[in-house]
T-cell receptor
Framework: EPEVTQTPSHQVTQMGQEVILRCVPISNHLYFYWYRQILGQKVEFLVSFYNNEISEKSEIFDDQFSVERPDGSNFTLKIRSTKLEDSAMYFCASTRDREYEQYFGPGTRLTVT | AQKVTQAQTEISVVEKEDVTLDCVYE???????LFWYKQPPSGELVFLIRRNSFDEQNEISGRYSWNFQKSTSSFNFTITASQVVDSAVYFC????????????FGAGTRLFVKA
């Protein structure tokens, strides 16, 4: 069964460094998302992406964040200058149509020290 | 604005008990979608069910059942004869058709099933 994959599974970085989290959505899906989950808390929407542009973003998704689909398969989330409070699990998700369920990747645990 | 409320933070039951997880939502849209996801201790998010706003039919899938009541803006989830493997955090989520493809999750309910 096709699945969403994410790399790396765990990333440790120092405050102020740039990180890029990578996702490979399911191949025939058209809508892509990033969410984050701070340990023990709820899943928070960051951004949605469709037709090579951002469809919607939350207030969490400030100028430090950017997303890109550099080729036909990868979908990346970049954090330019990480802060301690960016430490969280980051989930990528994709869906073939927005009315359908989103399939989530296994997540990347980001630890900012 | 979208909002999803899961008032039960934690529920603890003994195996074989039935348990209902509550979900109340707010939306201004007439067309929207509701979801339940399971997050086991391993951390992944597992899709359980999708329901659109025009389909109020309740659904049963094995030991799982869902009760969608538009009149009370609720989408509750019942596990019958719970098992230890049901121990997880369960999230209810809402997507509005005009919402720019954003899905809002509730805070989650942590279910402990004791043997």
């Amino acid at each position: 069964e096709p699945e969403v994959t994410q790399t790396p599974s765990h990333q440790v970085t120092q405050m102020g460094q740039e990180v890029i989290l990578r996702c490979v959505p399911i191949s025939n899906h058209l809508y892509f998302y990033w969410y984050r989950q701070i340990l023990g808390q709820k899943v928070e929407f960051l951004v949605s992406f469709y037709n090579n542009e951002i469809s919607e973003k939350s207030e969490i998704f400030d100028d430090q964040f950017s997303v890109e689909r550099p080729d036909g398969s990868n979908f990346t989330l970049k954090i330019r200058s990480t802060k301690l409070e960016d430490s969280a699990m980051y989930f990528c998700a994709s869906t073939r149509d927005r009315e359908y369920e989103q399939y989530f990747g296994p997540g990347t645990r980001l630890t900012v020290t | 604005a979208q909002k999803v409320t899961q008032a039960q933070t934690e529920i603890s039951v003994v195996e074989k008990e039935d348990v209902t997880l509550d979900c109340v939502y707010e939306t201004r849209d007439t067309t929207y979608y509701l979801f339940w996801y399971k997050q086991p201790p391993s951390g992944e998010l597992v899709f359980l069910i999708r329901r659109n706003s025009f389909d109020e039919q309740n659904e049963i899938s094995g030991r799982y059942s869902w009760n969608f009541q538009k009149s009370t803006s609720s989408f509750n989830f019942t596990i019958t004869a719970s098992q230890v493997v049901d121990s997880a955090v369960y999230f209810c989520a809402l997507s509005e058709i005009t919402g720019g493809f954003k899905t809002i999750f509730g805070a989650g309910t942590r279910l402990f099933v004791k043997a």
